[in-house]
């Protein structure tokens, strides 16, 4: 059966303004929505087609600009699966909504995985490959046959991946609710979602320190050894959740949190502690 068949005529042209929409997800990135901002604009001809009335237009908004980051190309699948649950939710008065954002978070990671691999470690080098090959023989041709191979399957995932994301929740996400295994999939997106976040903290957040304690000419204390041995990475883990308790108890924003992190880490690489 052909992908999005089942679709009628307004879901379809829903459909294509998401694909327009989804191509500049990152046009207002920042460090504390990364593409929410593009996530929740690709959304909108959605939310203002399922929610008849102001207030539940913009709680959707508010829920769809939360944090979301994944490869470009299939940023469309997941798309297409929260814009099916808003369809749901506008539908089910009892429907969880803490669960979109679960799902959202849950897919992020692992569609990035495959994503930066498949697209930015295999298929644009052989596509530079095979316009190198060009370049050198002289061919006017070789920037262009780049782009176009490169751009041709990026657009086709941007579509076809939104449409099979947004039948696949249609089609099964309102049968999982009824069967009451919503829960057992919030839950289990939420704890995917929770590893996602651990490992970009082990591998995003950086802290080596150089603190050593010589005596007579000899080491007697490498304090990094030490609090390896204690906890792997247990400094960027208490950065990390440091960070997390002052964003979410108000008492700082991300800017102010920014020009510290700077601050101390310049402070602490003057003094030659890191």
Known sequence: MKIGSELDKDEKKLM?????????????????????????????????????????????????????????????????????????????PDFDVSSINAIKTGLMGPLAGIGDSLFWGVWRVVCAGIAITLAKQGSFLAPILFLVMFNAINYICRYYGGVLGYSLGSKYISRIYQNGLIEVLTKAASVLGLIMVGAMTVSMVLFKTKINLVMGGKEILDLQNVLDTIFKNLVPVLITLGCFKLLRGKKAGIITILFGIVVISILLSFLGWV
């Open 16 to 92: 294509r303004k998401l694909f327009w929409r989804s191509g500049p997800m990152y046009i207002s990135v920042n460090p504390v929505l990364m593409g929410g901002s593009g996530f929740a604009y690709a959304l909108m001809p959605f939310i203002n087609k399922f929610y008849k009335n102001k207030e539940d237009r913009a709680a959707a908004l508010e829920r769809e600009t939360q944090y979301f980051s994944t490869t470009i190309p299939f940023a469309s699948f997941v798309m297409g699966i929260a814009a099916s649950m808003e369809k749901e939710n506008a539908q089910s």
